[in-house]
């Protein structure tokens, strides 16, 4: 495993076909039996050596046919931003394959088959309580955080056994609207969790 120089900072988001909230992040079984998941990242901040990563989105794809953890293994399907250049894709592939260490290697290590990797467009929107994301003809996920007790707060879960942003506390959120299709997947994942936070990834 390469030993660089790197971290990436942002905001990070996922989406499900579980009930909210989502059993997996504590090792349970997903609730249909396998799950469905999406997750995005804006890296509002980063750097591979001297390659400037800021402002560039990178969306990933996840089937997992049981347990998340026991097993069996995952299929992926992986997108970059089409604006970064050949370094700048470089660089993203190594750190969200898990090439280069960090919490993305222990994601990889859960992944038996990669069905694809793509560069190609992604919006990506912040707003509040909201996330939007798109990636033309192929992807769209509209997600908001749920209201709690008290409304202006949001509702969070602390310390997830398993979840795709360490050392941040998921807020929970369900999707207004999840489409994918591409590869072999086609599904509709519309009303079920979600979460969303801050990530920082490091070697």
Same mark, same amino acid.
């Given at each position: 495993?390469?030993?660089? =120089?790197?971290?990436?900072?942002?905001?990070?988001?996922? *989406?499900?076909?579980?009930?909210?909230?989502?059993?997996?992040?504590?090792?349970?079984?997903?609730?249909?039996? =396998?799950?469905?998941?999406?997750?995005?990242?804006?890296?509002?901040?980063?750097?591979?050596?001297?390659? @400037?990563?800021?402002?560039?989105?990178?969306?990933?794809?996840?089937?997992?046919?049981?347990?998340?953890?026991?097993?069996?293994?995952?299929?992926?399907?992986?997108?970059?931003?089409?604006?970064?250049?050949?370094?700048? *894709?470089?660089?993203?592939?190594?750190?969200?394959?898990?090439?280069?260490?960090?919490?993305?290697?222990?994601?990889?290590?859960?992944? =038996?088959?990669?069905?694809?990797?793509?560069?190609?467009?992604?919006?990506?929107?912040?707003?509040?309580?909201?996330?939007?994301?798109?990636?033309?003809?192929?992807?769209?996920?509209?997600?908001?955080?749920?209201?709690?007790?008290?409304?202006?707060?949001?509702?969070?879960?602390?310390?997830?056994?398993?979840?795709?942003?360490?050392?941040?506390?998921?807020?929970?959120?369900?999707?207004?609207?999840?489409?994918?299709?591409?590869?072999?997947?086609?599904?509709?994942?519309?009303?079920? @969790?979600?979460?969303?936070?801050?990530?920082?990834?490091?070697?």
């Amino acid at each position: 495993m390469e030993k660089l =120089d790197w971290k990436v900072d942002g905001n990070y988001f996922e *989406a499900c076909n579980c009930e909210s909230t989502c059993p997996c992040i504590f090792l349970a079984d997903p609730d249909e039996g =396998d799950c469905k998941l999406v997750i995005a990242w804006h890296i509002e901040k980063g750097h591979f050596d001297s390659i @400037n990563l800021n402002g560039l989105n990178v969306v990933g794809v996840f089937y997992t046919p049981g347990n998340m953890v026991k097993g069996p293994k995952w299929q992926a399907a992986v997108y970059l931003d089409e604006r970064a250049d050949k370094k700048q *894709a470089d660089a993203l592939g190594k750190i969200f394959s898990g090439q280069v260490g960090g919490f993305p290697a222990v994601v990889a290590s859960f992944i =038996d088959i990669v069905v694809g990797v793509k560069a190609t467009k992604i919006d990506i929107v912040v707003e509040g309580k909201k996330r939007h994301l798109k990636i033309p003809q192929i992807l769209e996920l509209d997600i908001e955080g749920v209201t709690g007790g008290e409304p202006d707060k949001e509702s969070c879960i602390t310390n997830p056994a398993l979840y795709g942003a360490p050392g941040n506390n998921p807020v929970i959120a369900r999707s207004s609207k999840y489409t994918y299709k591409d590869h072999k997947f086609n599904w509709n994942n519309s009303g079920k @969790n979600a979460f969303y936070s801050q990530f920082s990834y490091v070697p």
